[in-house]
């Protein structure tokens, strides 16, 4: 069925357009559909996370005034893509009442090096240390790290900032956030 | 860089790997009818792409999966156009095979030696069917589900593996989590994989022949590149186009009216129908437009009862045979002849069964109408999922609407008696409140806007008048109340109330009309469904007097105060929610009708046997709830601000 007589090259100029068409045309259908899908692909991008909201943890007076972080949960509403449920765990902090004061500092309880969560040790150090499981971290009650030279942990525990005002009528709200890892400290928004 | 090239060249010899590709010869030089096969895996390739993106926003079980793809729709960027594109590219795909096929039989291109070639095609034909299948089922939605559930149900008719057959592809004896993981394993990672097996072989079976050119030694040959590969690409482009056109259709044909709180992307790419629920059967339950022709088919008498076989699996069976054996039948004289023939007779066959499957639906109201509230329900399932989703799925939403199931319940349990539904002159239509299909002959109230002051003064309006639904004789002038609107058809005709209504509230010396208006304010008052604004609070007083007035309600009714007189049913609280749940519940407890009940069953009596009522606690209270308007409504604002958006977006019609 085929003939087999080589085709004569073609007129060079009129050649050269229908390549160009060709290639432009040609990519343009390819990338039509990728767009689309690349597009929705990024969509997480433009999506805000469950944390950074002021919550109330807990109240004043169940926080010993001796200076022990101790852990609550971090209970909101949760949106996970098209699920919306309220009173979710989104996370956990410590809290620590500086002795005879009412002065509250607020840790996020995961590790600022990858992410884990730190165990608060009260029989370690001087004064008792948070301790990273998984990559050995140590840090000090007041969240400093134990000995930054040799610490996996690029900073400090990741302090959240208390309402002042509410603590004044006996509430701890914190603002809940979680932070990217490296040396700066920048909130996931 | 020359020198990378070469390099690259010398490691992968991708050079000839090119030149192979783009210098084939084609005798005959190119011509815009070879575009089909490449168009068709132009096709593929856009599903390839879209479809790998969708596979990351979609999570495959029954509880996800209408909820991920209303995700991918309603809120990822660009998600309603990517859905779009799969969906209709999907349909071009088929509408691209055919012509291909065709092409390939009237241009005899089946022929020795491109047998292979022919077979491999009609094998991709199959495993594009079965991708259009198994994709159909993903969003899980009613469609879809009732689609799939009746094509996997026929997969029961095939002789003794039939049901265990059935259960390996639906992944049990039911449909859930296994289905979609079935199904979605077999549309994302088994067909597409045998998709690409099978066009490379076609491929190569190509190549090696060559293409089947027509006509070639009229005109000089050329090469594939670059001529033929625009050719190609134009061709490619008004796929794409024709695919852009549906998946954008929305923008030139905008919805009519606006539905507050369903967000516009409801009328674009590809629709997304209510989430499926096996408990409420789907009436337009109809395959893919391009299977229509087999459900006709199954339709014909002749396959009625045990003969379904022949037209599921046996015919079909037939022709695919038929089909392989092609080539051979060519070989003959007249063969070419017949394959020609047969293939524009499957054509005729399919196209007229198609058409008989329309015209039959279009002049369907039943369909028609499954197809409007199908619609209704889609809207309605995503006006509840914009509140937030909870884990039970977007189902449990649907399931727990008082405006989705109340309906159905009515109908079901209530709406053998009772209408649901504007009586002309005495309850005006609302469009909030649906109508219910009537009973055959009303023989209970019609609880159109029970409750409101519009029914209860309806029901107390002494005055005879000529009413639509009269009574079951026919037309005469009658109260309402004795109409088959009220008591017309229930023994409380020749009761005291109807005696009351006519003779002493039609007396003036008795009831003066600010009376009955009071009477009929503190009684909507007790409803909860009456809207506050209307009742005036000295008139409510006044008619709460009236009511536990010894002489006149309180003769028979109890309302509030302790009243030993009382053997008519109790009025505190009168159609509100706890009132009417207890009263469904038995209505011939003393508080109500006690021994002067007429036919209306109690439907909840036991509390302590869920199972031995003739109703769920739940189903009760969603007509109660349903019964008083009171569901979940995009607020009236939301909806001014919304239309005002899509103004700016949409085109003045
Ligand atoms: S995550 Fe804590 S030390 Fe690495």
Sequence with gaps: MTHETDPSPPDERRSFLTKAAAIIIGGFVGFVPFAAGLATFLDPVFRKSNASKALKIASLDSLPADGVPRQFPVVSDQTDAWNQNSNQPIGAVYLRRLPDSEMIEAFNAACPHAGCAVDFKPNAGEAGLFQCPCHKSDFKPDGARLDPETCPSPRDLDPLPVDAEKLKQGEVWIEFMNFQTGPERKPIT | ?653
Excluded at chain 2, 35 to 62: D, K, P, R
Excluded at chain 2, 119 to 130: C, D, E, P, Q, S
Excluded at chain 2, 154 to 173: E, I, R, S, T
Excluded at chain 2, 404 to 411: A, C, K, N, R
């Design chain 2, 1 to 653: 860089m020359n020198k990378l090239w070469e390099w690259l060249d010398d490691r992968t010899g991708y050079k000839h790997l090119v030149n192979e590709a783009l210098y084939e010869h084609i005798p005959g030089g190119s011509r815009w009818r070879y575009v089909w096969g490449s168009t068709l895996v132009f096709a593929f390739v856009v599903q390839m792409i879209t479809g790998t993106f969708l596979w990351m926003a979609y999570s495959a079980n029954s509880k996800g999966a209408w909820e991920s793809v209303y995700y991918i729709q309603y809120e990822m960027q660009g998600g309603w156009i990517l859905r779009g594109l799969h969906h209709f590219m999907a349909q071009a795909m088929i509408v691209l095979l055919a012509l291909h096929f065709l092409q390939v039989v009237i241009d005899g291109a089946y022929k020795a030696p491109r047998e292979f070639n022919f077979w491999t095609g009609l094998i991709l034909m199959k495993i594009v069917l079965g991708l259009s299948l198994t994709g159909y089922l993903l969003p899980w939605d009613q469609k879809g589900y009732w689609a799939t559930k009746v094509a996997t149900t026929l997969m029961g008719l095939v002789p003794v593996v039939g049901g265990d057959l059935q259960k390996v592809v639906v992944g049990g004896a039911d449909y859930g989590h296994a289905t979609l993981t079935r199904f979605f394993a077999l549309h994302a990672g088994v067909l597409p994989g045998l998709l690409l097996v099978f066009l490379g072989i076609h491929m190569y079976f190509f190549r090696r022949a060559g293409i089947h050119a027509v006509g070639a030694d009229k005109r000089t040959a050329a090469y594939f590149w670059p001529d033929q590969v625009l050719k190609d690409a134009v061709a490619c482009l008004a796929v794409l186009a024709v695919v852009m056109l549906f998946v954008v259709k929305g923008f030139m044909f905008p919805p009519q009216e606006h539905v507050a709180g369903v967000p516009i992307e409801a009328h674009f790419g590809a629709e997304l129908g209510a989430p499926a629920d096996p408990a409420n059967s789907y009436s337009a339950a109809r395959p893919e437009w391009y299977f229509l022709f087999l459900f006709q088919f199954l339709k014909l008498p002749i396959f009625a009862g045990h003969n379904e076989i022949y037209g599921a699996i046996v015919i079909p069976g037939l022709v695919m045979g038929l089909l392989f054996l092609m080539p051979f039948i060519g070989r003959w004289k007249l063969g070419h002849g017949f394959n020609v023939a047969l293939i524009l007779a499957l054509l005729l066959g399919a196209g007229s069964l198609t058409f008989m499957a329309l015209r039959e639906d279009w002049s369907d109201d039943g369909y028609k109408a499954a197809v409007a509230d199908a619609h209704v329900q889609s809207l309605r399932a995503v006006q509840l999922a914009q509140q937030g989703i909870p884990d039970g799925g977007a189902i449990s939403l649907m399931r727990n609407d008082p405006k989705t199931q109340g309906p159905i319940l009515f109908t079901r349990h209530c709406g053998s008696c009772h209408a649901h539904q504007p009586v002309e002159g005495l309850l005006a239509a609302d469009p909030l409140l649906a109508a219910t299909k009537p009973p055959e002959q009303s023989s209970a109230p019609n609880l159109y806007k029970f409750g409101t002051t519009e029914w209860i003064a309806a029901f107390l309006d002494p005055h005879a008048q000529k009413l639509a639904t009269a009574t079951v004789d026919g037309e005469a002038e009658v109260a309402p109340i004795n109409s088959l609107t009220f008591f017309g058809g229930t023994a409380h005709i020749e009761g005291e109330m109807a005696s009351y209504v006519t003779d002493t509230i039609g007396d003036e010396a008795e009831w003066t009309p600010d009376q009955i208006e009071a009477v009929v304010m503190a009684l909507a008052n007790e409803s909860g469904v009456e809207s506050q604004e209307k009742l005036d609070a000295d008139q409510v007083a006044a008619g709460r007097t009236l009511l536990q007035d010894d002489n006149r309600c309180a003769m028979c009714h109890k309302f509030h105060a302790e009243n030993d007189a009382a053997y008519a049913p109790d009025l505190t609280g009168y159609a509100s929610r706890e009132w009417l749940i207890e009263f469904i519940s038995n209505p011939a407890a003393e508080k109500f009708y006690g021994d002067n009940n007429d036919r209306m069953p109690s439907f909840y009596l036991d509390p302590h046997q869920p199972l031995a009522n003739r109703i769920q606690k739940k189903e009760l209270e969603l007509i109660v709830d349903w019964l008083g308007g009171d569901w979940y409504e995009p607020e009236a604002i939301i909806e001014s601000e919304k239309s005002l958006e899509s103004v700016q977006v949409l085109p003045d019609e």
